[in-house]
């Protein structure tokens, strides 16, 4: 069971405390949608100043919408569109401050002006994207890219 808490020390411990809220969210559960959606949501109570949080998933020819919080989303994205369509077709974790400076930026929600899009990886193949926007430019930054790798790789175990 969800404990909530108040999440307390530097950004690094508060981030190691939701990775261990993670694991336990989906220690025993072997659906990868309950977990999707229960990773998306423990993600949007935790963060602060974002406004959308879920996942893409791969079926092989473009990303699909996934468990997500926030406003409804684009539903599909080729992989040579927008940072989450780069993230995914280079398999490396993409930081954007200002997504209206993108070149292909997809606008789901005029309202975000930054992004951080983590490719989540499983036995060398893309699954899917994290995704998280924020209608602050440059939210993100690189204690919020590293902990959300180890996120993704937590997430992965269960995938």
């Known amino acids: 069971m969800f404990q909530n808490t108040t999440y307390e020390g530097t950004r690094s411990e508060q ?3 939701v990775l261990s ?6 220690h025993d559960e072997p659906n990868v949608v309950a977990n999707l959606a229960n ?4 993600l949007n109570h935790f963060l602060k100043d974002i406004n959308w949080v879920g996942f893409y998933i791969y079926d ?7 468990p997500f919080q926030g406003l409804p989303a684009c539903i599909r994205i ?4 927008g940072v989450c369509g780069a993230a995914a077709a280079e398999l490396k974790t993409l930081v954007v401050e200002d ?7 997809i606008a789901c ?3 975000s002006n930054s992004e951080i899009v983590v ?3 499983k036995d060398g193949q893309l699954f899917g994207v994290l995704d998280i926007d924020s209608p602050m430019k440059n939210r993100f930054d690189q204690v919020d890219r590293t902990y959300l790798e180890k996120f993704a790789k937590i997430l992965e175990s269960r995938i």
């Open 60 to 66: 092989g020819k473009e990303l699909v919408l996934g």
């Open 119 to 121: 490719p989540i990886v």
């Open 39 to 42: 990773a998306s949501a423990l």
């Open 15 to 17: 981030y190691e405390q």
């Open 21 to 26: 809220q993670l694991k336990a969210l989906i």
């Open 78 to 81: 080729p992989l040579d569109r």
């Open 99 to 105: 997504v209206h400076a993108f070149p292909g930026h």
């Open 109 to 111: 929600d005029a309202a």
